[in-house]
């Protein structure tokens, strides 16, 4: 997955500096350290995308069991002044 992610952002990075270039109406390959430049920055932003979706992930399933825990206790703590209130 990393090396995914990583040409993923190096080509985001590439395909936005050849655009720039494009819309200037430049030479797609003008200041080639600024291709560079662009394809770390793309692969950086990219990598940490991914980690950004993984930590979200894994808070959310926290969050959730925690939910999970509240309204299992509510409800049982319900069923039982219910239960006793009927005794």
Request: charge should be neutral; avoid cysteine.
């Amino acid at each position: 997955m990393p090396i995914t992610s990583t040409m993923v952002g190096a080509l985001l990075g590439l395909g936005t500096q050849m655009y720039s270039n494009a819309l200037r109406k430049l030479p797609y390959m003008r200041h080639p350290w600024e291709h560079v430049l662009g394809m770390g920055l793309g692969a950086v932003f990219v990598n940490q995308l991914v980690k950004w979706d993984e930590q979200l992930k894994e808070d959310l399933d926290k969050m959730l069991d925690k939910a999970k825990a509240a309204n299992e206790r509510r409800y049982i703590d319900d069923f039982q002044n219910i239960k006793t209130h009927y005794d």
